[in-house]
């Protein structure tokens, strides 16, 4: 019987010690990134996309970003890699816009720009 209460005293003690570490689901959860694959009709991957932080940026793009949008918050970024070309979608926002570009280390394209709403 007194095996049987340690035991019991062990698996619970054991099971609470981990049932609040938030360091370790925090650090689970910034590996893990669901990455969205896309294929032609055979079945072969033509790109995939992910997405990434802003500090994941190249600094090229960095550098883009910050000359062509100076006062603009990045909001989010997807990232796109077909055949090894990695392109960056990037949600912008001011306080009275967004703005939604597509750059590369040698392009930068303005997709939509809409204000919004009072």
Same mark, same amino acid.
């Given at each position: 019987?007194?095996?049987?209460?340690?035991?019991?005293?062990?698996?619970?003690? +054991?099971?609470?010690?981990?049932?609040?570490?938030?360091?370790?689901?925090?650090?689970?959860?910034?590996?893990?990134?669901?990455?969205?694959?896309?294929?032609?009709?055979?079945?072969?991957?033509?790109?995939?996309?992910?997405?990434?932080?802003?500090?994941?940026?190249?600094? +090229?793009?960095?550098?883009?970003?910050?000359?062509?949008?100076?006062?603009?918050?990045?909001?989010?970024?997807?990232?796109?890699?077909?055949?090894?070309?990695?392109?960056?979608?990037?949600?912008?926002?001011?306080?009275?816009?967004?703005?939604?570009?597509?750059?590369?280390? +040698?392009?930068?394209?303005?997709?939509?720009?809409?204000?919004?709403?009072?």
């Amino acid at each position: 019987m007194k095996t049987l209460t340690i035991l019991i005293a062990l698996v619970t003690f +054991s099971a609470s010690v981990f049932a609040n570490n938030t360091s370790v689901n925090e650090s689970a959860k910034k590996a893990v990134k669901a990455v969205t694959h896309y294929v032609d009709d055979n079945g072969n991957e033509v790109a995939t996309s992910r997405y990434i932080s802003d500090a994941e940026l190249p600094l +090229s793009v960095i550098k883009k970003l910050m000359k062509k949008c100076p006062d603009q918050n990045i909001l989010s970024v997807r990232e796109f890699d077909a055949a090894g070309d990695k392109t960056y979608v990037v949600t912008l926002e001011t306080g009275t816009a967004f703005q939604v570009v597509k750059v590369s280390s +040698s392009t930068f394209k303005t997709l939509q720009a809409f204000n919004k709403a009072n």
